[in-house]
């Protein structure tokens, strides 16, 4: 079946750094690829998005780019701020009436 | 505005308790989900629902039911049959059951501990 696998966290940097959370998928067709962001005592909420291969999302500063050849979606974000600190969860949809895989999500602090 | 409301924030059980979570939506979303969120775990979906009056079950259906009699709203019932109900129970929506393009819509969740 298809899966989504993250980089195990957490990830700590210090304010300002670059930041990569990685993500590969396993999944047949052409599935559309999500990052999904939850900040603390909250629901998700979408972050971005590429629904096909070599589309780059963008949000807030963050990127990913659907690489196929790879199967991968990592997250970059060049200058992360105290306040990007949260759950960052990678998933993918295929349509069709098949619901959303999520990954096991990568926690990130962000100190100052 | 709109969005999805989940209540209570916090909620305890007892042992042998059966306990209804709510989710009410004003997106005029067609589907509706239920997830179970535990510690150092993704996301696990317990049922979803695709229009009123239907629902289907997840991967983790055991233990809970559902109803779905309005579009707006899809209480969760997390019955005395599921032995380790502590976790963080998010509903999400979308537009219709989730073509490719579609995103999910969360409410702010549920914590249930158990007493």
């Known amino acids: 079946g298809d899966s989504v696998t993250q980089m195990e966290g957490p990830v700590t940097l210090s304010e300002e750094a670059f930041l990569t959370i990685n993500c590969t998928y396993t999944?047949?067709?052409?599935?559309?690829l999500f990052w999904y962001v939850q900040y603390p005592g909250e629901g998700l909420q979408l972050l971005l998005k590429?629904?096909?291969?070599?589309d780059k999302g963008s949000n807030k500063g963050f990127e990913a780019t659907y690489r196929k050849e790879t199967t991968s979606f990592h997250l970059e974000k060049g200058s992360v701020q105290v306040s990007d600190s949260a759950v960052y969860f990678c998933?993918?949809?295929?349509?069709?009436?098949?619901?959303?895989?999520f990954g096991t999500g990568t926690k990130l602090q962000v100190i100052p | 505005d709109g969005g999805i409301t989940q209540s209570p924030k916090y909620l305890f059980r007892k042992e042998g308790q059966n306990v209804t979570l709510s989710c009410e939506q004003n997106?005029?979303?067609?589907?509706m989900y239920w997830y179970r969120q535990d510690p150092g775990q993704g996301l696990r979906l317990i049922y979803y629902?695709?229009?009123?009056?239907?629902?289907q079950k997840g991967d983790i259906a055991e233990g809970y039911s559902v109803s779905r009699e309005k579009k707006e709203s899809f209480p969760l019932t997390v019955t005395s049959a599921q032995k380790n109900p502590t976790a963080f129970y998010l509903c999400?929506?979308?537009?219709?059951?989730?073509?490719?393009?579609?995103?999910?819509?969360f409410g702010s969740g549920t914590q249930l501990s158990v007493l």
């Open positions: 999400a929506s979308s537009i219709h059951f989730p073509g490719t393009n579609e995103k999910l819509f």
């Open positions: 999944a047949t067709g052409y599935p559309s």
């Open positions: 590429a629904t096909k291969a070599d």
């Open positions: 998933a993918l949809s295929k349509g069709g009436y098949q619901k959303v895989t």
């Open positions: 997106l005029n979303h067609d589907a």
């Open positions: 629902s695709q229009i009123v009056n239907d629902f």
